[in-house]
């Protein structure tokens, strides 16, 4: 299973920029969001809170 964040008060992923190790920017688009594996589940979580913390919106880490 893959996880993504996904912010629903913005309809919006969080998605990573190719080749960097930043978040780079929120995308609408589900195929561009960034994925974490089960492995890092924890890690996804995490960085839900500090995007929170930063003010990039509430998200919520959503399986497929």
């Keep these: 299973m893959e996880y993504f964040l996904f912010d629903s008060s913005q309809n919006k992923y969080?998605?990573?920029l190719e080749n960097s190790?930043?978040?780079?920017f929120l995308t609408r688009e589900e195929e561009k969001a960034y994925r974490f594996?089960?492995?890092d589940?924890?890690?996804?979580?995490h960085t839900a809170y500090q995007c929170a913390?930063?003010?990039?919106?509430?998200?919520?880490?959503?399986?497929?």
């Design 14 to 16: 969080l998605a990573r």
């Design 21 to 24: 190790k930043e978040y780079g």
């Design 37 to 39: 594996s089960e492995d």
């Design 41 to 45: 589940i924890d890690l996804a979580w």
């Design 53 to 64: 913390w930063l003010g990039l919106g509430q998200f919520f880490v959503y399986g497929e």
